[in-house]
């Protein structure tokens, strides 16, 4: 089946840094992803929407200055979280929609990346 | 999107069938009907899913009832593995993006 990896696993990160999280489509091409972040007990949250090649599109009360998505190829998106603050501790998890193929799903989630901001 | 509901939380026996309700009364003719589940701390699992017609593979049943507003997700004989949060999600096709509701909480119990 389809593969979304994510990189790093987790990571902790001090108060004003910035931290670059990597999406991967391993073995088909992912002509849009998908970033949603998820607190303790809660549901997931999507955040944004990305197309390769193009802007991406953020969910009502998403900052797109402190959250920066790149989409340049078929198989990476990566999500830049801007001067991170503590309250930006979260579960991070990427989906990638591939292009084709039907009678099953289209779109495939990563594994997460635990996002911890002391 | 059509709006779901399900039971915030569920407990099962080890072994025996796990039942999960979701009610999806607003649903519109041409919507499907998603599964999917999350076990602790991994990325979301997608499960089954169908339009009208009940949907068996080799991890879940799907039974839609025929004014298809409500289905049941069926997990034959629940392991203790199958501990997760589980997802009813009303979708247009399989091209429109995933939005969470709350979904249930099942609980495997020995």
């Known amino acids: 089946g389809a593969v979304v990896s994510q990189h790093p696993s987790r990571v902790i990160c001090k108060s004003g840094t910035s931290v670059k999280i990597e999406c991967r489509s391993l073995d088909f091409q992912a002509t849009t992803m998908f970033w949603y972040r998820q607190f303790p007990k809660q549901s997931l949250m999507l955040m944004a929407t990305?197309?390769?090649?193009?802007?991406?599109?953020?969910e009502q009360g998403v900052e797109k200055d402190k959250f920066l998505i790149n989409h340049a190829s078929l198989t990476l998106s990566t999500l830049t979280v801007t001067s991170a603050h503590p309250e930006d501790s979260s579960f991070y998890i990427c989906?990638?929609?591939?292009?084709?193929?039907?009678?099953?799903?289209?779109?495939?989630f990563g594994p997460g990346t635990r996002l911890t901001v002391l | 999107d059509a709006k779901t509901t399900q039971p915030p939380s569920m407990d099962c026996a080890e072994g025996r069938a796990a039942n999960l309700p979701c009610n999806h009364s607003?649903?519109?003719?041409?919507?499907?009907v998603y599964w999917y589940r999350q076990i602790h701390s991994q990325g979301p699992q997608y499960i089954i899913h169908?339009?009208?017609n009940n949907e068996t593979n080799e991890m879940a049943s799907l039974i839609i009832t025929e004014d298809r507003k409500s289905s049941t997700l069926i997990l034959p004989h629940a392991t203790l593995r199958d501990t997760a949060v589980y997802y009813c999600i009303v979708r247009g096709t399989s091209y429109d993006k995933v939005i969470f509701g709350p979904g249930t909480s099942l609980s495997v119990i020995p």
């Open positions: 607003t649903i519109s003719g041409n919507e499907y």
């Open positions: 990305s197309n390769e090649g193009s802007k991406a599109t953020y």
């Open positions: 989906s990638a929609r591939s292009a084709g193929g039907t009678g099953t799903d289209t779109q495939y």
């Open positions: 169908g339009l009208k």
